[in-house]
């Protein structure tokens, strides 16, 4: 009889458990003694948060590397293989989802261990509801490239397939490039293209902002520099 | 002052709210007495579950049609313009994510209505990360064609999508239909193409299984009858 593989999301900043993780998904991730973890130190700054059952230094963390090979796999699995039940953790939001993790589960199913997804905060879930574009057909593209001309290109390209398929579209840039990724933005896009920038959802400091690529260009982008965010798109 | 319109996920199903909601959409839910819902009588049943502070009598439910005129906006929205916090409530999941709603979130950002998101399930996200299959990049199509020649083009449509972009993509399906789209991928697709099922997401029944589309032709696909399911698929 083998575990099963718990997929527990994490917080998206420092706030209290209570605010972003429903009561099962804590008390689930309580439990748990066996762990594979993105980085071990945000994986016990989050367990310690969670005030867990199990002192942390008892606890089996074992680190997912960033391409496990099947051998990596077979290891990080063993204990769901002999019975255990087995938190997944990346640093932050969704494992698997504009974050790494993905092939454990997939390793999982293979081994016929059960999975589990946890309910929890997911930016990009929470951009997507928050832009009000096209919740009934949508693309997420990851990262865009970070050279100005090729950044350019995928951008015109993003909207081109916005405008084919009428439907949202969303990417993510590292916090430290935002303001640069929106001054191309402002002037990539035509005119009248929506994009929503969502920065540090699920924190105080959320701001959730949405208008044309012409109204951008007005607007002081520099508050958004070195702050999480997402950007939604949707031509006319 | 405008108020605040809060985006309020409700359960994909009967289970208890903190099984699925954290603490802080709970209280700010029950704390709302202006609502904007898809549907009375769930956002009644809801809201009697969460045991909300005012009497359900009292509260002020306004529907959505399914394609608001501005007109419809206005009215809806009149007690955020007046000062008055609001909730915005589908029937299942996410406001706006393979769900009714986005038109009223795009009304308010054009009024000047903060749009706060609040955190919970989405059917959508919890099928993608139990999948193990690419969440870096994904496309969600909504519902495919009914008739068979046209949903088999879309499926392969779909299917050459997911090679040419190495991406996942995500569909659904009316819950008594789920067998014959099984049964049309099970044949349409490249037998090496891989296909999640997600069923009963976040409910005590819960299903999800994860293999080739020619492994699917040998299993009793009968038992996802009538379930409402996430369909996840990645071409090799």
Redesign the interface.
């Known amino acids: 009889m083998t575990g099963t593989i718990y ?1 527990v999301p994490n917080l998206l900043g420092t706030v209290p458990p ?7 998904t804590i008390d689930i991730a309580r439990s748990l003694i066996h762990w594979v973890v993105e980085t071990p130190k945000p994986a016990r700054a989050f367990l310690k948060t969670l005030d867990v059952a199990t002192p942390i230094a008892n606890l089996d963390l074992r680190t997912f590397p960033p391409a496990p090979t099947s051998k990596n796999l077979t290891t990080l699995l063993a204990p769901a293989r002999e019975g255990h039940d087995v938190g997944l953790l990346t640093d932050a939001g ?6 790494p993790g ?8 293979s081994a016929g261990i ?4 946890l ?4 930016a ?19 990262y865009l490239p970070v050279k100005p001309d090729a950044r350019t290109q995928a951008l015109r390209a993003v909207e081109a397939d916005s405008r084919a398929h009428r ?1 949202a579209e969303l990417f993510i840039e590292t916090p430290y490039r935002n303001v640069a990724m929106l001054e191309a933005i402002s002037q990539a896009l035509n005119p009248a293209t929506l994009l ?1 920038v969502a920065a540090d ?2 924190l105080p400091s ?1 701001t ?1 902002e ?2 044309t690529a012409a109204a951008w260009r007005d607007h002081d982008i520099g508050r958004f520099a070195k702050r999480p965010a997402l950007f939604v798109m949707q031509a006319c």
Do not use: K, Y
């Open positions: 997929l209570s605010h972003a993780l429903p009561q099962r969704c494992p698997g989802i504009a974050d993905a092939a454990v589960v997939a390793a999982a199913h059960r999975v589990v997804p309910v929890g905060p997911s990009v879930l929470l951009a997507l509801m928050a832009s009000g574009m096209n919740g009934q057909s949508f693309a997420f593209h990851g439907r929503c959802l699920t959320e959730i949405r208008r």
